[in-house]
């Protein structure tokens, strides 16, 4: 996770470009699946564990959450959610997740989306998060999908006349780093299967409420045709949890 690929400017251009980024937690592919996890946020204190830009701190503002604190490396992502999502409550910190720390039972509700298949040790990250939520408190979390993350290239296999054929799965079993290519570098991510994300979890205390790999909508396959190949594999792992 300290690898910090968002402060190079071409990384961080491309990654604006995104739907996404353009648009907000709508332009998510997987939100709508998300959105019907979250828990009540009204007067609670929340923290944001991969902010980026801001969207899900902002909702979390906007739907009752008393405060709300953002946490990411990158200084390009925090000057941008300072810039689209500064809204009163709103706390960014720049830092490294493995650098993050506050004591038990600090907030009610932790999130993090997309972040933590960056993070080496999820049975660390997942012990402070136990710690620090209150009784009672929620944890919802999405990453990419083991059968996305296994075999490393994130690529499809391609026919001679460049059609996709399937989605490699390798290596399922054997956990850990994997070089990958997004928004056409380098970056390093971290392979692991269900079965360790669920038990870590259960070890930790965790009570696991919901499990979700998401799906398209009707609308997104409509609207976006590519959207159709996202049906022939999971893309994103959303769980959520209980202390």
Not at 56 to 75: F, K, M, P, Q, W
Not at 129 to 144: A, D, L, P
Not at 183 to 198: D, S
Not at 210 to 215: G, M, R
Request: aromatic share 12%; proline share 3%; net charge negative.
């Amino acid at each position: 996770m300290k690898e910090n690929k968002y402060d190079n400017p071409s990384f961080f251009d491309q990654y604006g470009k995104m739907l996404r980024s353009q648009l907000g937690l709508e332009g998510a592919g997987e939100w709508h699946t998300l959105k019907g996890m979250l828990p009540d946020f009204t007067a609670k204190k929340v923290l944001d564990l991969g902010c980026g830009f801001g969207w899900h701190c902002r909702y979390a503002i906007e739907n009752g959450a008393t405060s709300v604190v953002g946490i990411d490396l990158s200084e390009k992502m925090l000057a941008k959610a300072q810039e689209i999502n500064n809204l009163k409550g709103i706390q960014y910190e720049r830092k490294a997740l493995e650098d993050v720390d506050y004591l038990a039972g600090t907030f009610d509700i932790i999130i993090s989306s997309l972040t933590l298949h960056y993070v080496e040790s999820f049975d660390t990250i997942a012990q402070n998060i136990y710690r620090w939520i209150k009784s009672g408190g929620h944890f919802i979390f999405s990453v990419e999908h083991p059968v996305f993350t296994a075999e490393g290239g994130q690529d499809w296999v391609y026919d001679k006349d460049g059609q996709k054929t399937c989605w490699p799965v390798d290596r399922y079993f054997i956990e850990g780093k994997r070089n990958t290519t997004f928004l056409g570098e380098n970056v390093i991510k971290y392979h692991r299967t269900l079965t360790t994300y669920l038990s870590i979890l259960l070890k930790h205390g965790f009570k696991i409420k919901e499990i979700i790999e998401p799906q398209p909508t009707a609308d997104m396959l409509r609207e976006i045709p590519e959207m159709k190949d996202e049906l022939r594999r999971p893309m994103m792992l959303l769980i959520s949890a209980e202390k």
